[in-house]
């Protein structure tokens, strides 16, 4: 089982902690992954994937039209 979101196919990550001596330790970060059922079907999601499905989708108004110069 990957620890990687099945939407945006986001995974873990390495960062590093340093001690008072600037010792380097590395260490995986892994994202906030949910099991969620999206139309049926079970589904790994990170929560910021899950967080955008629950905005409304953007809708796009009509430009004006540009002032003429007299």
Do not use: F, W, Y
Not at 21 to 32: E, G, V
Not at 43 to 60: A, D, G, I, N, Y
């Amino acid at each position: 089982m990957a620890k990687k979101c099945d939407l945006c196919g986001r995974g873990s990550t390495k960062g590093a902690t340093r001690s008072h001596s600037k010792r380097q330790t590395l260490k995986r970060q892994n994202i906030n992954l949910q099991i969620r059922n999206v139309g049926g079907i079970k589904v790994k999601l990170c929560t910021s994937c899950m967080r955008t499905m629950e905005k409304e989708p953007r809708v796009k108004t009509p430009r004006k039209a540009p002032k003429k110069l007299a």
